[in-house]
């Protein structure tokens, strides 16, 4: 596993020329992709400056919107081989979303199915490239408080979808902090494989609050709070020789008021703690 940079996930807002730089002075491994640096600068340009910095593309979003309606799905499902085809190119072949824990419409087994369906087709255009899938399901019993038709909220009802779904390419995006909210425990990370994870976002929880009473977008940098047993979610990483990404996405507001320079320092030295603390 590498450190690796995602701009977006810590408030960043500079241009990715900008971020690239920062990425590498600050000794991570990889940055993650979208197509607006690529359709500005060239895919060639691109691929230059990560070769220049030694930074490998570690993970881009999803572009087509599988949660709408069939017809936007239809539309972006058209034009995701050409995505596909420009991350392939530059070595991106990670590729990662996040599944809504309610629908206002659909009943649970009426959303799954949509979502298998949709998923199944995804992962088949997706593997003509090369590419893989991960999918993040989102824990906090906050998030779905009040809403109607409670959806998969824990990695049980996500792999019931990946083994629905039954594509080689298709895996999990694990956040650490979803693993903790969800009443995640180190039995569930013993059943991950590499070949499973696709990417990994680690940050902490607040102190104070129980698991049912964390917010989704309240949380702290990894190890800040040491709420969450990131000892055990990293040893368990490096049980499993996971190769993939492992990206701080922290949702902290004292974070994103810090100059662009600070940040990435500081995100940099919440990934050097957990390393440490782990011994790894």
């Known amino acids: ?26 000794r ?9 640096p690529i359709e ?13 910095h030694h930074l490998l593309p ?9 949660r709408k309606d069939e017809a936007t799905f239809e539309a972006g499902l058209e034009r995701l081989p050409a995505f596909c085809q420009t991350m392939a190119a ?7 979303t996040w599944l809504m824990p309610w629908h206002e419409t659909l009943t649970y087994r009426e959303h799954f ?17 090369g590419l893989r899938y991960g999918l993040e399901f989102v824990g906090p019993a906050t ?46 990370l013993r059943r991950l494989s590499d070949d499973l994870v696709v990417a990994v976002h680690v940050n902490d929880a607040i102190a104070g609050r129980s698991p049912e009473e964390q917010v989704d977008n309240q949380r702290a940098m990894p190890g800040e709070t040491g709420v969450i047993d990131l000892v055990t979610f990293m040893r368990a990483l490096q049980r ?24 990435v320092a500081a995100t940099a030295e919440s990934l050097d703690r957990i390393w440490h603390s782990a011994g790894l």
């Open 28 to 36: 991570f491994e990889g940055i993650d992709l979208s197509m607006g």
């Open 143 to 188: 998030l779905r408080a009040g809403k109607p038709n409670p959806f998969i909220h824990d990695l049980d009802g996500l792999m019931e979808l990946i083994q629905a779904v039954g594509a080689d390419n298709l895996g999990i995006l694990l956040d650490s902090f979803h693993w903790y909210t969800s009443g995640g425990k180190a039995e569930d």
């Open 240 to 263: 499993i020789a996971y190769s993939g990404p492992v990206i701080v996405e922290p949702f902290c507001a004292w974070l994103r008021e810090l100059p662009a320079e600070k940040a």
């Open 90 to 96: 530059l070595g991106c072949t990670r590729v990662v």
């Open 58 to 66: 570690a993970v881009t979003g999803m572009p087509v919107d599988f």
């Open 1 to 26: 596993m590498y450190r690796a940079l995602s701009p977006g996930a810590i408030g960043l807002k500079v241009s990715f020329q900008e971020a690239v730089r920062l990425a590498a002075a600050y």
């Open 113 to 129: 199915e949509q979502l298998r369906s949709r998923t199944a087709r995804l992962c088949e255009v997706l593997a003509r490239y």
């Open 40 to 52: 500005e600068l060239g895919l060639e340009t691109v691929r230059q400056m990560l070769a220049e």
